[in-house]
């Protein structure tokens, strides 16, 4: 296939929520790219929201015992979200393809469209799920146990829409584990600050991807799929600023129990500043938007793990 045929196919194949331009859908020879779509590699802002809440753990770790985060632990949290992202995308998408075949933003999704085959989804999800296996394995015993048991939680949501309108609960518990993963493979045991961080990440979660629903929300309604977007309806501003500032909290409870210095507390006045940004640009019925908002949540992320990061570097240096 010539580079001009590669172009053409790849932009026939991308979906409306890929980032574009993708350089990467362009350079992939054609036979890939449904498996780029599966593990979301098109979309990065799924692995990397996955990714933040364990950075923030082993920021917040560092920050408690006076020390730099342990950067091998960060790389090896990226290579295992990455993973372990594209692995939960490929379970979901082989769940809920009939349902994706009906939705406007999904039907073209590889299974749906049946670009790629479910058998050929099946093996792609070993594959990934054993490099996030061998991630997970260069960790502490009881690091290892607390990556194992976040498996229960993935299984279980792409069941959630069909039974409760609560399914972004269910994703952040799944999507958050990583507030308990950081401490855990830090300290081999979770303590006060873990728990508390987990919950910032969990509120956090519902809160952006109940953004996030808000594009599906009228197709949602037809096939009987449910969604926080669904049920907070005209109060999903209301709703989702409930939660910003329960994450918020909790955040604070978090760095308080760490003895957090001054650097992470202007992280997370930054991460809060972020969400009322947020909430203040909610829209109901412009899908693009919603979009623009749940991408920005990296970005917010990202604020918090900068200050707890350097508040755990300038405690390293001045206690060394």
Not at 221 to 229: D, E, H, K, L, Y
Not at 234 to 254: I, K, M, Q, S, T
Request: aromatic share 12%; hydrophobic share 55%; net charge positive.
């Amino acid at each position: 296939m010539t580079g001009d045929d590669s172009l053409r196919a790849a932009d026939k194949q991308t979906l409306p929520d890929s980032v574009a331009p993708n350089a990467l859908m362009q350079l992939l020879p054609s036979a890939w790219l449904p498996f780029v779509q599966l593990a979301r590699i098109d979309r990065p802002i799924g692995w990397q929201l996955l990714l933040l809440p364990c950075w923030w753990s082993d920021a917040l770790a560092g920050v408690a015992q006076e020390r730099a985060p342990y950067w091998s632990h960060l790389l090896l949290f990226l290579i295992g979200a990455i993973a372990m992202r594209g692995a939960g995308s490929t379970w979901n998408d082989l769940v809920d393809r009939k349902i994706d075949a009906q939705v406007e933003r999904t039907k073209n999704r590889p299974l749906p469209s049946g670009r790629a085959s479910p058998r050929d989804a099946r093996i792609f999800l070993v594959a990934l799920a054993a490099i996030g296996a061998a991630v997970l394995l260069a960790f502490n015993t009881f690091a290892i146990f607390v990556g194992i048991a976040s498996l229960m939680v993935v299984a279980a949501y792409p069941f959630a829409k069909r039974y409760t309108f609560w399914p972004q609960a269910v994703l952040g518990l799944a999507f958050a584990w990583g507030g308990l993963m950081g401490w855990a493979a830090a300290n081999g045991a979770l303590s006060t600050p873990a728990f508390l961080i987990y919950a910032c990440a969990i509120f956090w979660t519902i809160g952006y991807d109940t953004i996030y629903a808000l594009q599906d929300a009228r197709d949602d309604a037809i096939v009987g799929v449910r969604s926080t977007a669904r049920l907070f309806g005209d109060n999903v501003r209301a709703g989702v600023g409930v939660f910003y500032v329960a994450a918020v909290l909790a955040g604070a409870l978090a760095l308080h129990a760490s003895g957090a210095g001054v650097l992470s507390w202007l992280g997370l006045l930054g991460f809060g500043a972020h969400l009322a940004w947020q909430v203040a640009r909610i829209s109901k019925d412009d899908p693009a938007n919603a979009l623009m908002l749940f991408r920005a949540n990296r970005n917010a992320g990202l604020i918090l793990f900068a200050g707890l990061a350097l508040d755990a570097l300038a405690s390293g240096f001045f206690h060394s």
